[in-house]
């Protein structure tokens, strides 16, 4: 299985703040590289395919970028409703593997 | 509207099987596949398996000897069954309606399914 390393595990910023968020796969997933947000308590909504496509309602301020095994989510001026965990998830190969998060607080 | 909504039991025993139902309004099952999804507390999801819009199956080669998935496009439902239950199958189980690739567009609520006698 292809394995999905996040950094970092946690994250404090402060709001207006640019923070970013890597993922590296074990091998080359040719960009089918998903990111995740994951608020508390709510299920994990899609916000980001095929390594730097917006999904649909997803506020520009967020995007992706990578190639080949290493990938970021970006956030740009970081707002209060941004407070979630982030998970990235190849699509390349089955079965389809997750990172394990990055929790994302305000300082 | 697209709406995938799980059900099933939240306790089940160890050894036992696991039977949950995806609910899906506002799409097609003949259109879109459903992944099941699970994520113990605190940690990363696991892709589960897949039910294919056209009705093939894929399964994570780590559980596919305990797992089932099948449906019931009259009803709008896919079900999932596991048997051998465990304490380290503990979590949330989501279903999820996914893209041609694997991605997955959108989610349910999920289920809270704690193994324990």
């Known amino acids: 299985d292809i394995q999905m390393t996040q950094s970092p595990a946690s994250l404090s910023a402060s709001l207006g703040e640019t923070v970013t968020i890597e993922c590296l796969a074990s091998?080359?997933?040719?960009?089918?590289l998903a990111w995740y947000q994951q608020k508390p308590g709510k299920s994990p909504q899609l916000l980001i395919y095929?390594?730097?496509s917006l999904n649909d309602g997803v506020p520009s301020r967020f995007s992706g970028s990578g190639s080949g095994t290493q990938y970021s989510l970006k956030i740009n001026s970081l707002q209060s409703e941004d407070v979630s965990i982030y998970f990235c998830?190849?699509?390349?190969?089955?079965?389809?593997?997750f990172g394990a998060g990055t929790k994302l607080e305000l300082k | 509207q697209v709406q995938l909504k799980e059900s099933g039991p939240g306790l089940v025993q160890p050894s036992e099987t696991l039977s949950l139902t995806c609910t899906v309004s506002?799409?097609?099952?003949?259109?879109?596949?459903v992944s099941w999804v699970r994520q113990p507390s605190g940690k990363g999801p696991e892709w589960m398996g897949r039910?294919?819009?056209?009705?093939?199956?894929?399964?994570n080669s780590a559980l596919k000897s305990r797992l089932s998935i099948s449906r019931d496009t009259s009803k709008n439902q896919v079900f999932l069954k596991m048997n051998s239950l465990q304490t380290d199958d503990t979590g949330t189980y989501y279903c999820?309606?996914?893209?041609?690739?694997?991605?997955?567009f959108g989610w349910g609520q999920g289920v809270m399914v704690t193994v324990s006698s």
């Open positions: 998830q190849q699509n390349y190969d089955s079965p389809n593997t």
């Open positions: 091998e080359d997933i040719y960009s089918n």
């Open positions: 095929y390594a730097n």
């Open positions: 506002g799409f097609s099952l003949t259109s879109y596949s």
């Open positions: 999820t309606r996914d893209g041609k690739t694997g991605i997955l």
């Open positions: 039910m294919w819009y056209d009705g093939d199956t894929a399964y």
